[in-house]
């Protein structure tokens, strides 16, 4: 079982669509979350920094559930600059090496 | 641009050749990492410096894979008598201690 696990994906979804990913993460002494995205061919870009009390940027919503080891990500009003693989992401230990999930490709269409 | 930057960008070689790649961090980063990315999976995590040291190398893929970060300052990635299951981007990411990492261009490599 792999340490991160995602929504397979793809998400097709028009443009103004709420669309939802999560998550799963398998060791409980991981100690912070994140969701990066990365464009096609170009390096991954940290999006948001997850937490156990939420965390709100604007259109996206992100929450952490440590109990359950479950994160997930809200895009609300999605554009067509949203369309982005989706990684989560998490980090743990003293050495702060990410560990990530295969990703969650969105494709918004106009 | 992040700040952070790899050299070559993009790397053809034949298998059984060896490649080097450099990754040239934020200046006042002291933590340096490298992971690569097959087609259709997240980054995966190799081997990482604090400073000069060298303190983790267990996940390097093989013997093959060597890492030097000999001042500090850049890095490099070689890999050794290539193979088609090395063709993937190599990415280097940078960061203070255990804050946010901020990722290079990426190094793509093909090997024939």
């Known amino acids: 079982r792999k340490e991160v696990e995602q929504d397979p994906g793809p998400f097709n979804v028009p443009e103004g669509a709420t669309v939802a990913f999560n998550c799963t993460y398998s060791?409980?002494?991981?100690?912070?979350f994140f969701w990066y995205r990365q464009d096609c061919r170009k390096e991954p870009k940290l999006l948001m920094s997850v937490y156990s009390s939420g965390n709100e940027d604007g259109r996206f919503t992100a929450q952490l559930n440590r109990a359950s080891q479950y994160i997930s990500l809200l895009i609300r009003d999605s554009k067509l600059s949203d369309s982005a693989t989706y990684l989560c992401v998490a980090r743990g230990g003293s050495q702060g090496n990410l560990i990530f999930g295969k990703g969650t490709k969105l494709s918004v269409k106009p | 641009d992040t700040g952070v930057s790899q050299d070559p960008r993009h790397k053809i070689t034949k298998r059984g050749q060896n490649v080097t790649f450099r990754c040239d961090p934020i200046s006042e980063h002291n933590r340096l990492y490298w992971y690569r990315q097959t087609l259709g999976q997240g980054p995966e995590f190799l081997t990482y410096f604090q400073n000069e040291a060298q303190l983790e190398k267990s996940r390097l893929l093989s013997d093959r894979f060597s890492a030097e970060r000999p001042k500090g300052s850049f890095s490099t990635l070689e890999i050794q008598r290539t193979e088609q299951g090395d063709s993937a981007m190599y990415l280097c990411a940078s960061s203070l201690v255990s804050n946010e990492q901020f990722f290079g261009p990426g190094t793509r490599l093909t090997v024939l």
């Open positions: 060791n409980s002494a991981s100690q912070s």
